[in-house]
Nanobody, 123 residues
């Protein structure tokens, strides 16, 4: 499975961005998807996840109510809509695919990773 993330950039605090991640190489609907992020000097952390069919979504407390994860199985793409962005959301964002578990918050269960896209939120 190859994952290609895009949509990162520079935005002012309070603004919005939408990240996209397109998958290839495997039936997309068989994969649970997640977004993680890694801020400078910090470990990578879970941000949001979505189940195989898209019916269940999961969020870290720090983004709940501001970020929305969704997927379009016809386009093999998962999205992360980020609203009300804060400087502390600045990080490299990674999409990931999990072929065995749905709803996992744990990095170790994800099998495939994209290259990351940088989100910078200025104050």
């Amino acid at each position: 499975v190859q994952l290609q993330a895009s949509g990162g950039g520079l935005v002012q605090a309070g603004g919005s961005l939408r990240l996209s991640c397109t998958a290839s190489g495997r039936t997309f609907i068989s994969l649970a998807m997640g977004w993680f992020r890694q801020a400078p000097g910090k470990e990578r952390e879970f941000v949001a996840g979505v189940s195989w069919g898209g019916g269940d979504t999961y969020y870290a407390d720090s983004v709940k109510g501001r970020f929305t994860i969704s997927r379009d199985n016809a386009k093999n793409t998962v999205y992360l809509q980020m609203n009300s962005l804060k400087p502390e959301d600045t990080a490299v964002y990674f999409c990931a695919a999990d072929q065995f578990y749905s709803g996992s918050y744990q990095e170790r269960t994800y099998d495939y990773w994209g290259q990351g896209t940088l989100v910078t939120v200025s104050s």
